[in-house]
């Protein structure tokens, strides 16, 4: 069965850091390309970030370019975000999902960024 | 910032047949793979249709996608309760280099 399971989410202050980390299961983690999604609340859902499966290619969605870093170690089945420089509006649940189509999900890790 | 437009809304009795247009551009649906996602409350989005109009296993033909030119569709045929959730169109854009999303549907059953 396939599992994705984010964690690493919190409250943090404008400015500040968080990475969020998905581990992944049940499927052969290095043959899939990985994604990122977010969602603010009561909001609907924003393409955040992906990664190829061994991390040559990497795109994101202009409004975290500079400031967010998607990575990947397939030695340990697990997918990155690394979050500089947050901003309030970067207050979203943030969802790890399996490949550029977005077959598989996880339950989300909530992010807050607030004063 | 969403690029593809959806309906903020659609609606139909049980047994009912309900579609969401998805209108986009020459840079991401026409050119791109379309995708459907279904989210009930309070959970994470589910895959309805990748490859504009293929279903995974598991997902009731009830569930169909087309595309058309800079539109897509999802129909719901023989609408039931556990259909009331949000859709969401997505495809990638050739011009942004990265998905995107529609602006979502809230389809109700009455």
């Known amino acids: 069965e396939v599992q994705l399971v984010e964690s690493g989410g919190g409250l943090v202050q404008p400015g500040g850091s968080l990475r969020l980390a998905c581990a992944a299961s049940?499927?052969?983690?290095?043959?899939?390309?990985m994604t990122w999604v977010r969602q603010a609340p009561g909001k609907g859902l924003e393409w955040v970030a992906n990664i190829k499966w061994d991390g040559s290619e990497k795109y994101s969605v202009d409004s975290v370019k500079g400031r967010f870093t998607v990575s990947r170690d397939n030695a340990k089945n697990s997918l990155y975000l690394q979050m500089n420089s947050l901003r309030v509006e970067d207050t979203a649940v943030y969802f790890c999902a399996r490949g550029e189509g977005m077959g598989a999900w996880g339950q989300g890790t909530l992010v807050t960024v607030s004063s | 910032q969403s690029v593809l437009t959806q309906p903020p809304s659609a609606s139909g009795t049980p047994g009912q047949s309900v579609t969401i247009s998805c209108s986009g551009s020459?840079?991401?649906?026409?050119?791109?793979?379309v995708y459907w996602y279904q989210q009930l409350p309070g959970t994470a989005p589910k895959r309805l249709i990748y490859g504009s109009n293929q279903r995974p296993s598991g997902v009731p033909d009830r569930f169909s996608g087309s595309k058309s030119g800079t539109s897509a569709s999802l129909a719901i045929s023989g609408l039931r309760s556990e259909d009331e959730a949000d859709y969401y169109c997505?495809?990638?854009?050739?011009?942004?280099?990265?998905?995107?999303f529609g602006t979502g549907t809230k389809v109700t059953v009455l």
């Open positions: 049940g499927f052969t983690f290095n043959t899939f390309w």
């Open positions: 020459s840079s991401n649906i026409e050119s791109n793979y």
């Open positions: 997505a495809a990638w854009d050739d011009s942004l280099s990265g998905y995107v």
